[in-house]
């Protein structure tokens, strides 16, 4: 029985460090290759995120009527300032334009805060069957509450500024930024989508 103890105990730690190994690398590679090069995309020198959405059998006024409710509901969420609000919304054209400024949290717990003020507009374009979403006039104030730094997204998670040199990884810093703008744009598009499905 003794024998039989210290072969399991000698056992454990190889088979534990195997494990981590295989499962760690491949688990990174998964969670970050939708934030690597090409994810960012510059559109006459500006971060513009755009998509078009498909909306089966729904006129350009009824994608526009959908479209235009969840952009003022998006106004009232928690984590969006008062200064958030719809700035255009054309009935005849059905295009309307939301400018947006809320809360990116990078970490939050009982010791740390560390959060960003996201500025963004939200632009869409209402048509017969889609709706052409286009997200753009991206910054950030940074460390507001103590050494105020105001970013723009062309400077700061562009391939360049958020990936290290051989865009294999996230920068250090830049990298968190680029990572929860992008993740804010993936649940936004995805909303609309389903919305308008």
Known sequence: MKKLLITL??????TLMAQNTWEMPAQAENTDAK??????PVVDGKVTFHTTIDAPGKSATEVADIVRRYMTKMTKE??????????????VKHEIAGSYQEWL?????????????????LIAECHD??????????YYLYEEERDPQMLKAEEWITDDEGLTKNKKKLSRVAGKFRRKTIDRKDYLFNKFAELLK
């Open 129 to 138: 069957g889609k709706a052409d979403l286009t997200m753009t006039r991206i």
């Open 78 to 91: 928690p984590g969006q300032f008062e200064q958030s609000r719809i700035v255009m919304d054309d009935s």
């Open 9 to 14: 105990m000698m056992c454990l730690p190889l």
């Open 105 to 121: 949290v990078f970490k939050s717990t009982a010791l740390v805060l560390d959060r960003t003020r996201l500025f963004y507009n």
């Open 35 to 40: 934030y690597m090069e090409g994810a960012v």
